[in-house]
């Protein structure tokens, strides 16, 4: 497949499973996540009359990818990271191929299970209604965080949201649930820029959200269910010192615009 050759991108693999058939694309985030993934993409099945599923895999050894379980389970396109870089290079490798292939939006879910796709039609009447940056919101009327951990439900009210909200402009109350959605003209902005080296780890997620607002798109939030397990370990990529330290050196980046063209 041929991409714009100003767009910086991950060496990834495509597996096409399925033809594109909706208009709307949503975008799984998955690593190593096993069953929790499993019992995702089933629970999903209801999501795919309604917006094309396509599996942004970091690299995965664990199995939980395997084509044949995904195209039995209504999965479009399977992409597999070969290259470097964490999340936000994921983010680049889904964009990337869902523009390329004519989606007129895209929501993004992690795989690991946490997150409630039933409310992926919410997204869908946003995207409908002309809104370019969509966030899922635990905080907002009709949202639901059920066992989050208090240190992180204290970050994401004290610190996070506040900060993106500072540096965008709009009133944010989730800014860490990766349950979003996004136009494809908003990406596709020359005043964005997400396909650049830069973005290799946190930093897009947290770009898109200050720029959408800050460039006058139209911004909401929709209510969503996020569900941490009762008991055991929190499904996380994001380590207790090491990773918590690099999301606050992003931040401050955001909020100081270095991630700007």
Same mark, same amino acid.
């Given at each position: 497949?041929?991409?714009p050759?100003?767009? &910086?991108?991950?060496?990834?693999?495509?597996?096409?499973?399925?033809?594109?058939?909706?208009?709307?694309?949503?975008?799984?985030?998955?690593?190593? @996540? +096993?069953?929790?993934?499993? =019992? =995702?993409? *089933?629970?999903?099945?209801?999501?795919?009359?309604?917006?094309?599923?396509?599996?942004? $895999? +970091?690299?995965?050894?664990?199995?939980?990818? @395997?084509p044949?379980?995904? @195209?039995k389970?209504?999965v479009?396109?399977?992409?597999?990271?070969?290259?470097?870089?964490?999340?936000?290079?994921?983010?680049?490798?889904?964009?990337? #191929?869902?523009?390329?292939? /004519?989606y007129? +939006?895209?929501?993004?879910?992690?795989?690991?299970?946490?997150?409630?796709?039933?409310?992926v039609?919410l997204?869908?009447?946003?995207l409908?209604?002309?809104?370019?940056?969509? *966030?899922?919101?635990?905080?907002?009327?009709? /949202?639901?965080?059920?066992n989050?951990?208090?240190?992180?439900?204290l970050?994401?009210?004290?610190?996070?949201a506040?900060?993106?909200?500072?540096?965008?402009?709009?009133?944010?109350?989730?800014?860490?649930? +990766?349950?979003?959605? #996004?136009?494809?003209?908003?990406? *596709?902005?020359?005043?964005?820029?997400?396909?650049? $080296?830069?973005?290799? %780890?946190y930093?897009?997620?947290? #770009?898109? %959200?200050?720029?959408?607002?800050?460039?006058?798109?139209?911004?909401?939030?929709?209510?969503v269910?996020r569900r941490?397990?009762?008991?055991?370990?929190?499904?996380? &990529?994001?380590?207790?010192?090491?990773?918590?330290?690099?999301?606050?050196?992003?931040?401050l980046?955001?909020?100081?615009?270095?991630?700007?063209?």
């Amino acid at each position: 497949m041929k991409f714009p050759d100003n767009w &910086k991108l991950p060496t990834f693999d495509i597996v096409e499973l399925a033809p594109k058939r909706q208009k709307y694309a949503i975008c799984v985030f998955v690593l190593n @996540e +096993g069953d929790r993934f499993l =019992q =995702q993409i *089933q629970k999903m099945n209801s999501v795919a009359s309604e917006c094309d599923i396509l599996i942004a $895999d +970091g690299g995965s050894n664990d199995g939980s990818t @395997e084509p044949g379980f995904l @195209e039995k389970n209504h999965v479009v396109t399977l992409l597999t990271k070969t290259g470097a870089g964490k999340l936000s290079a994921q983010m680049r490798m889904a964009f990337a #191929y869902a523009l390329n292939n /004519g989606y007129d +939006g895209i929501i993004t879910v992690d795989g690991n299970n946490k997150d409630d796709t039933s409310a992926v039609p919410l997204f869908i009447s946003a995207l409908d209604s002309g809104f370019d940056h969509i *966030q899922g919101s635990r905080f907002i009327h009709g /949202g639901r965080a059920i066992n989050t951990p208090p240190l992180r439900w204290l970050a994401v009210r004290l610190i996070h949201a506040p900060i993106i909200s500072h540096a965008s402009g709009f009133s944010y109350t989730d800014t860490t649930n +990766g349950f979003r959605a #996004y136009s494809s003209k908003f990406l *596709q902005d020359k005043r964005v820029l997400p396909f650049r $080296d830069i973005f290799s %780890a946190y930093e897009l997620h947290y #770009y898109l %959200a200050v720029r959408a607002a800050r460039l006058g798109y139209r911004v909401t939030e929709v209510p969503v269910i996020r569900r941490y397990p009762a008991r055991g370990k929190i499904p996380t &990529k994001i380590s207790p010192v090491k990773g918590n330290l690099l999301i606050l050196k992003t931040l401050l980046n955001v909020l100081a615009g270095k991630y700007n063209p």
